[in-house]
């Protein structure tokens, strides 16, 4: 039951050439750690796993640790390889979860809200694929504020077609 214990014996199945049995030692390892609050063990164990075999499953749980640390750049970068994983298999309603998941994560990340928006796009969902791209613009526009601006840099906002009618945004 002790985790180090379980470390050797999976580092020993691995000499072995018994990959299975080190990756069931590791990962029951790697949860241990994670139960008991010792996240960064776990992600270290969990890494071991993954050179031994790449999962979605061992991903999404690094992605969770990496997430419990604070380390937002890293979960984003796990959930990213899954979105890439999911779109090469044709699996869509998991790829819009997980950038809905990344995007609650790092609001600020305009690269996984274009994407989610080009999604939506795709899916015909317009009302969240104009709210996704109004966020984007507007983020843009904080961003180019320059620093010798004092006060509020944007008043108002209409949003109109090429021919239509402009419609106030509040």
Known sequence: KDITIRLRIGDLFVKTGKKADAIKEYTEAARANAQRGFYLKAIAVYKQVLKLEDTIETRNKLADLYLKQRLIADAIGEY??????????????????????????????????????????KLSFKEEMLE????????????????????????????????????HLD
Request: hydrophobic fraction near 40%; charge should be positive; glycine fraction near 6%.
């Open 80 to 121: 990213s390889y899954m979105v890439s994983w999911f779109e090469q298999r044709g699996k869509t309603a998991e790829v819009l979860e997980l950038l809905k998941k990344m995007v609650n994560i790092d609001p600020e990340n305009v690269g996984v809200r274009l994407k989610l928006a080009e999604l939506y796009q």
């Open 132 to 167: 996704n791209n109004l966020k984007i613009i507007l983020k843009t526009i904080r961003d180019a504020k320059p620093a010798s601006v004092k006060g509020t840099f944007v008043n108002s906002i209409t949003l109109c077609s090429t021919m239509g009618p402009g419609i």
